[in-house]
T-cell receptor, first 113, second 112 residues
Framework: EPEVTQTPSHQVTQMGQEVILRCVPI?????FYWYRQILGQKVEFLVS????????KSEIFDDQFSVERPDGSNFTLKIRSTKLEDSAMYFC???????????FGPGTRLLVL | DAKTTQPPSMDCAEGRAANLPCNHS???????VYWYRQIHSQGPQYIIH???NNETNEMASLIITEDRKSSTLILPHATLRDTAVYYC?????????????FGSGTRLLVRP
């Protein structure tokens, strides 16, 4: 069964460093999403992406964040200068269409020291 | 904010049915009820969704009341691996927003 994959599974970085989280969505899906979950808190929407453009973003998704589809298979989330409060699980999701079910990857655990 | 209300926790015995309730009294006519679950800190796993008819798949059954103000997710024979947080999410198919809004969910503990 097709699934969303994410790399790395764990990332440790120093405050102020840039990180790139990678996702491979399900192959025929056209809509891509990033969510995050700070330890012990709810899953929060960050951004959605379609046709090489951001469709929607939350207040959390400020200028420190960017997304890109650098090729036909990868979808990335970049955090330019990490802060301690960026420590969280980051989940990628994809769907065939905006009206269809979103399927999530296993997540990347980011720890900012 | 989430449009649903769920009990914070439930438990059931292994092999028995787990019935997880969800209230969504403000649901509108074109909004679907989705269920996801999250095991430990893994990615949310899609379970099932429905509009107004009851639905069943290999994982679970979804019973939606006639007025659509509440629903119940049924895991017919719960196993220890079903221990997870279960999220009930209301989402319109014609929403201008693409995002899923997660609440706190129900933490289900399956006892041996």
């Amino acid at each position: 069964e097709p699934e969303v994959t994410q790399t790395p599974s764990h990332q440790v970085t120093q405050m102020g460093q840039e990180v790139i989280l990678r996702c491979v969505p399900i192959s025929n899906h056209l809509y891509f999403y990033w969510y995050r979950q700070i330890l012990g808190q709810k899953v929060e929407f960050l951004v959605s992406f379609y046709n090489n453009e951001i469709s929607e973003k939350s207040e959390i998704f400020d200028d420190q964040f960017s997304v890109e589809r650098p090729d036909g298979s990868n979808f990335t989330l970049k955090i330019r200068s990490t802060k301690l409060e960026d420590s969280a699980m980051y989940f990628c999701a994809s769907s065939e269409d905006t009206e269809e079910t979103q399927y999530f990857g296993p997540g990347t655990r980011l720890l900012v020291l | 904010d989430a449009k649903t209300t769920q009990p914070p926790s439930m438990d059931c015995a292994e092999g028995r049915a787990a019935n997880l309730p969800c209230n969504h009294s403000t649901i509108s006519g074109n909004e679907y009820v989705y269920w996801y679950r999250q095991i430990h800190s893994q990615g949310p796993q899609y379970i099932i969704h429905g509009l107004k008819n009851n639905e069943t798949n290999e994982m679970a059954s979804l019973i939606i009341t006639e007025d659509r103000k509440s629903s119940t997710l049924i895991l017919p024979h719960a196993t220890l691996r079903d221990t997870a947080v279960y999220y009930c999410i209301v989402r319109g198919r014609m929403d201008s927003s693409y995002k899923l809004i997660f609440g706190s969910g129900t933490r289900l503990l399956v006892r041996p």
